[in-house]
């Protein structure tokens, strides 16, 4: 039997999906990274301009790609949530896993979307990302295997993630990302 849910109910179960208090934290490192790197080059652009036409579209990308992991994430792991976290909107019956993961895609599209308006470098690190976090809960679904799933984590989500914030104002090879990352 089909449950109807309202609009307010389906807008809250969508932010539950991507999880956005997650997202805070590497939204804030990302957009510091990138400001380190862009006075770290010594840019001569206007930093407010450089703000809006680079910065925010980049950490965006970034945030959008962890929220398409958490949705993704949870459209995979539904039937371990309907034990454990029964109040996520899937095992809620809010959404579908086909709609889970309909969402994922959407927000992937858009992250890398958004890439494409940084640079090439910018886009191919989110390229990346979006392999580690995507194989992460689908096949080879690296979730499953001890070790290495905390590393399909640590990889795009914290060393790639800072060399992609890093990238868009200076090179990854630079000793200061890879220090950082």
């Known amino acids: ?28 490192v990302s957009i510091s990274i990138m400001i380190a790197s862009f006075f770290y080059q010594q840019h001569n652009q206007p930093f407010f301009t450089v703000f809006f036409s680079t910065i925010l579209p980049a950490s965006l990308s970034l945030a959008i790609l962890n929220g398409a992991s958490n ?9 371990t949530d309907s034990l454990s976290k029964p109040y996520r909107p899937i095992p809620r019956g809010v959404f579908s896993v086909k709609k889970g ?4 895609l959407g927000l ?32 080879p679904r690296m ?28 090179s990854i090879f630079q000793p200061v990302p890879l220090l950082i990352a």
């Open 1 to 28: 039997m089909k449950t109807s849910h309202s609009i307010i109910e389906r807008v809250q179960s969508f932010f539950s999906l991507i999880r956005p208090f997650t997202l805070i934290a590497p939204l804030i």
């Open 71 to 79: 949705a993704l994430n949870q459209a995979t792991d539904y039937q």
């Open 101 to 104: 993961k309909l969402i994922a």
């Open 108 to 139: 992937y599209i858009i992250a890398i979307s958004l890439a494409f308006l940084v640079h090439l470098n910018f886009l191919i690190l989110i390229f990346s990302i979006t392999a580690f976090t995507v194989t992460y809960s689908l096949f």
């Open 143 to 170: 979730k499953d295997k001890l070790f290495f799933n905390q590393l399909w984590i640590a990889i795009p989500r914290g060393f790639l993630g800072i060399l992609a914030s890093w990238c868009v104002f200076a």
